[in-house]
């Protein structure tokens, strides 16, 4: 009886001694951790159908020690984004916010841009009194800066005549900002082309309009012709 008792408590102890082997330490070579329902096996490929879901007051946090190598890789098709977060703070060393030492404000954004273009084939006879013979306008969406360049043909009939041109923003020519072609020749017609650009501060409360005005500015001739003149107006806005 004693015997069979020993033998008993012998065979009883080594069944639980194997059991928690076979617990404790996965099958050696076994390429997956465990299923759905079992604790996270480090150093394995650990499968499970359903969402596993960590809640932790404490946080989770990854400690790396090898520089070769990134603590976080993550891969997903190239339709599926990496990560979804519900919180909208900026992420220190994470969040984008400069651009090469910029930020944001200091450019200006397409949707931002207004522009308008007035041209075409269109012939005006200027004398020395002068007189408009191109507009553009556009309404700026708020305060910044109009910029408007102006192209124009002449024609004088006078060798040695001159014209001049101004971007305004009236019907007063404004010398200091004019365009001036003069005609060097002693005889018969001659043509030339002006351009020039003038920048204009707005508000944006408001239409803008800008006037191309020419007329004479030396000779002898009684008029000019001003021909394929043309406009264009950038609004841009304040950083």
Known sequence: ????LTLLTAGLAAALIAAL???AVPAEGAPNGGGPGDPLLLSRVNQAGPMTVLKTNGGFRILAKNPARPPLMIYTPDSMPPLDVSSTAKVENLNVDMLDGLDSTAFVRGTDLVA???GGEQTVEV????GVVRS???TPPGAGTVIVHSTAHVLVDTAGDGVTC??????IPDSSYGQVWSSTSTSGLREGQLAGTRGFTV???GPFTANLYCDISS???DEARIWNSALTAIFIPNP
């Open 1 to 4: 009886m004693r015997r069979t």
């Open 21 to 23: 082997v076979v617990v």
């Open 116 to 118: 308008a273009y007035a």
């Open 127 to 130: 004398d020395d009194l002068g």
């Open 136 to 138: 553009v306008s556009l």
């Open 166 to 171: 101004s971007i305004i923003t009236g019907e």
């Open 203 to 205: 508000t944006g409360r």
């Open 219 to 221: 000779g002898l001739s």
